[in-house]
């Protein structure tokens, strides 16, 4: 599938699948979306605990290096677990802009470290933040309440329904922590269905720049 790196909206960079039509980030704004969903509406309402995470699509790495510049914001201890059965190619990660357009100068070795850090090993890239990448298929997870939040970015349902399904959807109930947080871009209705059957509260959220909507789900026990 031919893949070719574009800029988004607010001028950082995102990789496209050019026989999907799909980008592994919101052409609106990759970074503003990766701030609004996964950060605004899931890490914030842990404040200064510590919290172990689970990332459904590790990709480009921007919503990991946005989570650790976070952590290191609020001196937060962070357990990160990033999900990717296709990783993305090293020669692709040297064109995302991320650190530049963070102006994280001070912390682009992190962002390089967390791209060239072996699989299916837990590392330290700080005191308080810890990276483990899982070169896995979503549908071969089988956590059992681990993680107390999931970013779920997958690729959209209208070109890999079957992440989006019951089936997915329970493997990440299972995962969460009594009390967890699931947290997406998506806010269609088969998803919310989804989730719904497996035992999520679902609520609807004002999406990031370019989309209306977007949906949280808890683990309520």
Same mark, same amino acid.
């Not at 995470?53 to 590790?58: K, L, N």
């Not at 946005?66 to 990717?84: A, D, H, S």
């Not at 209705?189 to 370019?210: D, N, Q, Y």
């Given at each position: ?8 909206? +607010? ?19 990759? %970074? ?8 605004? /509406? ?5 404040? !200064? /605990? ?12 921007? /919503?990991?290096? %946005? ?11 962070? !357990? ?24 994280? +100068? ?18 330290? %890239? ?47 109930? /299972? ?47």
């Amino acid at each position: 599938m031919k893949r070719e790196i574009i800029k988004t909206l +607010d001028g950082s960079t995102t990789i496209h699948l050019q026989e999907w039509d799909e980008c592994y980030h919101s052409k609106h704004g990759a %970074i503003q979306e990766a701030k609004h969903v996964f950060i605004k /509406n899931g890490l914030e309402l842990f404040g !200064n /605990n510590p919290v172990r995470i689970m990332e459904i699509g590790f990709g480009t790495g921007l /919503n990991a290096f %946005i989570t650790f510049l976070e952590g290191v914001r609020k001196q937060q201890t962070i !357990n990160y677990v990033g999900v990717e059965a296709y990783p993305v190619e090293a020669k692709e990660v040297l064109e995302m802009n991320y650190v530049s357009e963070l102006e994280a +100068d001070a912390f682009k070795d992190v962002f390089a470290e967390m791209h060239e850090a072996e699989w299916d090993e837990e590392i330290k %890239i700080s005191t308080d933040f810890s990276l483990t990448k899982r070169k896995q298929f979503f549908d071969e997870i089988n956590d059992l309440e681990i993680f107390d939040l999931i970013y779920f970015d997958a690729f959209g349902y209208r070109v890999q329904p079957e992440l989006w399904s019951a089936e997915i959807f329970q493997k990440m109930y /299972n995962s969460l922590k009594p009390n967890g947080v699931l947290v997406t871009y998506a806010a269609r209705g088969v998803v919310k269905r989804s989730m719904i059957a497996v035992g999520f509260t679902v609520e609807k959220l004002a999406g990031p720049p370019g989309k209306r909507e977007m949906f949280r789900a808890f683990k309520k026990v």
